[in-house]
Each structure stands twice: as C-alpha cells, then as structure tokens.
C-alpha cells in the first residue's frame, strides 16, 4: 500500500541524506558511528531470508540496497578520509551493549517460533531497531544541537516509523487475519523515542 | 503474521 511505500521511501531518503551530508561536509562529526553498526547488525539479522524468501522484486531489491546503504555509511565513518578523523568517540558514549543484550534474550524469548533460529533472529533485529537511535539521540543532547542535515536525517527515520504505524492500522482494518504483535510493541516504542526529537525539530524549523 | 510467515515489510 502507499503509506508503506512512503515509509520505505523516507527510510531510504534517510541514508541517500546521511550519505549525502559526509560525503559533502568530508565530516561525521555529531554522528553516531554506535547507531549506524546497530543498524547494520539490524537489517544483517532481518534480512537472512533474502536467501529463501523471494515476495517480490521489490522487497528482496530493498533488503540489499539497505543492507548496502548502511554497510556503505559504517564503511565511510570507519575508513573515509578525512571523514574518519573528524568523529567524535567521546560525544558516542551511549552504553550500547545494555541494548544489544536485552535485545538478543528478548529475541530468543519472545518470537513467532521458539523451534526456529531464523525467527530469534528476526525477533532480535525488530526489538534492536525499536532502539538503535538511542546512542544518535544521545550524541545530539549532548553535542547541544544537531547539524541541519543531521536533523534532517533523524526526522526521515521517525518519519518512516509514523509512515509504518499507520500502514498497520490500514492493514489491520482491510486484511483479515492480520496480527503483528512484536512489530506493533516495538514500533510504537520505537515511534515514542522520536517525540521529543520531533518536537524540538518542528520547533527548530518553526524559528527559521 | 502465523509463525514462518514470510516477513512481507521491511
């Protein structure tokens, strides 16, 4: 439906718009490096079933090309020059490990099958994406405010997680049977992160 | 989704 494709949309405007802003300010400076390797070991563990899993064209295109565009952003963050030099390791201080932890026994705890591997694994990768933004949001309080195009990124993620909200509640009235619980609990947790951003960020704009 | 359901969103 076309409130998904919007979020999918959003969500890979957020990366070609990170992307974009360390290849033109050659800075990663008030980027979370923690946040961008969550997300990488997000899609690594969500997408295994690109191998047996063909719904379509366009999902199984999707899945590489995010998997891709989040490679291609640790990549630049880790070995760019100068990109590399310029971030900031003490602003991304965030304690990321506390989410990874309670994520993977979440994940082995609460999934759709407790006989299937693949099912812990993609358990995991839903609950870790609710907070992957956490050290990114983390890093922008403590830097004070965030760069322009910073802001801008994290909005298109937020916004991709509102877009999905309401494609469930789209779903839910016109497809029968259609019941998603770990994806709802963690989406709306993920939704709630964005709040305060989001409030801050229309005010922000408001000003200018 | 039932269990092994192929995940349809991204």
């Known amino acids: ?208 | 989704a039932t269990p092994n359901e192929p995940k349809d969103e991204l």
């Open chain 1, 1 to 208: 439906n076309a409130i998904r494709l919007a979020g999918d949309m959003s969500h890979m405007a957020s990366f070609f718009v990170l992307l974009f802003k360390i290849n033109k300010s050659k800075s990663v400076a008030g980027i979370s490096l923690k946040t961008q390797e969550l997300y990488v070991l997000v899609f690594c563990t969500r997408y295994v079933d690109i191998f047996w899993n063909h719904l379509s064209l366009y999902n199984s295109l999707m899945k590489v090309i995010f998997i891709a565009l989040s490679v291609m952003i640790v990549y630049v963050m880790r070995r760019g020059v100068p990109q590399r030099s310029t971030y900031n390791p003490e602003l991304d201080s965030f304690p990321h490990h506390w989410l990874v932890l309670p994520c993977v026994l979440l994940g082995v705890a609460i999934n759709q099958d407790p006989t299937s591997p693949f099912e812990m694994a993609w358990a995991f990768s839903i609950y870790l994406e609710a907070v992957a933004i956490m050290p990114q949001l983390h890093m922008v309080q403590k830097h004070g405010e965030a760069e322009n195009l910073t802001s801008h990124y994290i909005f298109l993620l937020g916004l991709y997680r509102v877009f999905y909200l309401v494609n469930w509640v789209y779903r839910y009235m016109t497809e029968d049977g259609y019941w998603q619980a770990i994806v709802w609990v963690s989406g709306a947790v993920q939704a709630v992160l964005y709040l305060d951003f989001f409030y801050n960020y229309v005010k922000s704009k408001q000003k200018d």
